[in-house]
C-alpha cells in the first residue's frame, strides 16, 4: 500500500493559531458589510455591469437608450433597471411616456470606475 502524504496546501495554515488582539479588534467592525453584497451581486451580472457603465456616462439615459446602447431588448433593459433600482443602485424619473435612469449616487459611479481601473491593470 503506498503510503499517503499530507500535503499542506500553500493557502492555510499549517497550524491553528490566532490573534487575540486581532481578532477583538476586526470582529465589531465586520456588521459594517452587512447588506453590502446587494451591490456586487447587482454588478456581477454582465448585462446590468454594462448598464451601469452607460449611466456613468450620462446623467440619465431612457430605458429605449439604454437597449440601443446595450444591445438588447427595450424589455430586458427595463427588467434589468428595474432590479437595480430595486437593489438601489439606480433611480429614475418618468417624463411623460419615458423613463429616465440614473446612476443613485457617486459611490456607485466611483466603484464601476474602480472597478474597470483595476480590470485594466
Same mark, same amino acid.
Given at each position: 500500500?503506498?503510503?499517503?502524504?499530507?500535503?499542506?496546501? &500553500?493557502?492555510?495554515?499549517?497550524?491553528?493559531?490566532?490573534?487575540?488582539?486581532?481578532?477583538? $479588534? =476586526?470582529?465589531?467592525?465586520?456588521?459594517?458589510? %452587512?447588506?453590502?453584497?446587494?451591490?456586487?451581486? &447587482?454588478?456581477?451580472? &454582465?448585462? $446590468?455591469?454594462?448598464?451601469?457603465?452607460?449611466?456613468?456616462? %450620462?446623467? %440619465?439615459?431612457? =430605458?429605449?437608450?439604454? &437597449?440601443?446602447?446595450?444591445?438588447?431588448?427595450?424589455?430586458?433593459?427595463?427588467?434589468?433597471?428595474?432590479?437595480?433600482?430595486?437593489?438601489?443602485?439606480?433611480?429614475? $424619473?418618468?417624463?411623460?411616456?419615458?423613463?429616465?435612469?440614473? =446612476?443613485?449616487?457617486?459611490?456607485?459611479?466611483?466603484?464601476?470606475?474602480?472597478?474597470?481601473?483595476?480590470?485594466? %491593470?
Amino acid at each position: 500500500m503506498p503510503s499517503q502524504v499530507n500535503k499542506v496546501s &500553500a493557502d492555510s495554515c499549517e497550524v491553528e493559531c490566532t490573534h487575540p488582539e486581532v481578532v477583538e $479588534r =476586526v470582529t465589531p467592525l465586520i456588521s459594517q458589510v %452587512e447588506g453590502v453584497e446587494t451591490i456586487f451581486k &447587482a454588478l456581477s451580472d &454582465a448585462t $446590468r455591469m454594462k448598464i451601469i457603465y452607460a449611466l456613468t456616462q %450620462e446623467d %440619465e439615459l431612457c =430605458v429605449c437608450d439604454v &437597449a440601443a446602447i446595450i444591445g438588447i431588448s427595450t424589455a430586458t433593459a427595463s427588467h434589468h433597471l428595474r432590479l437595480l433600482r430595486t437593489m438601489g443602485i439606480a433611480k429614475n $424619473r418618468k417624463q411623460g411616456k419615458l423613463v429616465y435612469y440614473s =446612476v443613485k449616487d457617486h459611490h456607485i459611479t466611483d466603484l464601476v470606475k474602480i472597478a474597470i481601473e483595476h480590470h485594466n %491593470e
